[in-house]
């Protein structure tokens, strides 16, 4: 059971703005960095945005993240076909020692 | 840039042990700005970690699969190595392993993964 909750899905039209949220505790978001990955279907998870609101090179300023206490945010904005996905949000635990993921979001562009 | 493939068999047996290798190009394993992590996902699920490697041996295990994994570094080879013991269809999944920069702990470079069958 994953110790940070994201919502299941979300959904938005070619062009809009999403926003997936990434829920934890004192334990991990609050206190230690947030990342965000893309996982296109078949393929490995790709990092989006590291220590909570850096992009790497190659990722384009359609992504963003942000956090606030125990929650984190990622928005994708001018949302494409190409950006149907799984995202998962994932940090350090200092309770558990170990790294933990959230639940997952799938992201559907209808 | 760092880069990094995972080896092992595709297929184990209840009750015996998986062991998957991961090869570093592209850098040092011996570098201090990283750990050196496994994660799985079983299939159509989501991640979960396993555990990390520091160069010098220093470890961190997920507390629910403590009990049965071990990973180890290999400097000369430029590689680390998971087991897990005691397998059963539960551990099904695809494998990757990755890096994990020693500020935050979580993964940033990715292998491909590797898909581990756990059936008789």
């Known amino acids: 059971q994953s110790v940070l909750t994201q919502p299941p899905s979300v959904s938005a039209t070619p062009g809009q703005k999403v926003t997936i949220s990434c829920s934890g505790s004192?334990?991990?978001?609050?206190?230690?960095?947030v990342s965000w990955y893309q996982q296109l279907p078949g393929t490995a998870p790709k990092l989006l945005i590291y220590?909570?609101?850096k992009r790497p090179s190659g990722i384009p300023d359609r992504f963003s993240g942000s956090k606030s206490g125990t929650s984190a945010t990622l928005g994708i904005t001018g949302l494409q076909t190409g950006d149907e996905a799984d995202y998962y949000c994932?940090?350090?635990?200092?309770?558990?020692?170990?790294?933990?993921f959230g639940t997952g979001t799938k992201v559907n562009v209808v | 840039q760092l880069q990094l493939q995972e080896s092992g068999p595709g297929l184990v047996k209840p009750s015996e042990t998986l062991s998957l290798t991961c090869t570093v190009s592209?850098?040092?394993?011996?570098?201090?700005?990283?750990?050196w992590g496994w994660i799985r996902q079983p299939p159509g699920k989501g991640l979960e970690w396993i555990g990390s490697?520091?160069?010098?041996?220093?470890?961190y295990y997920n507390p629910s699969l403590k009990s049965r994994v071990t990973i180890s570094v290999d400097t000369s080879k430029n590689q680390f190595s998971l087991k897990l013991s005691s397998v059963t269809a539960a551990d099904t999944a695809v494998y990757y392993c990755?890096?994990?920069?020693?500020?935050?702990?979580?993964?940033?470079?990715w292998g491909q993964g590797t898909l581990v069958t756990v059936s008789s």
């Open positions: 994932g940090t350090w635990d200092s309770s558990l020692s170990a790294g933990v």
């Open positions: 004192s334990f991990n978001i609050a206190n230690n960095y």
């Open positions: 592209g850098g040092s394993i011996s570098s201090r700005d990283y750990y």
């Open positions: 490697i520091y160069y010098s041996g220093s470890t």
């Open positions: 220590e909570n609101n």
């Open positions: 990755a890096t994990l920069p020693a500020a935050v702990m979580t993964p940033d470079a």
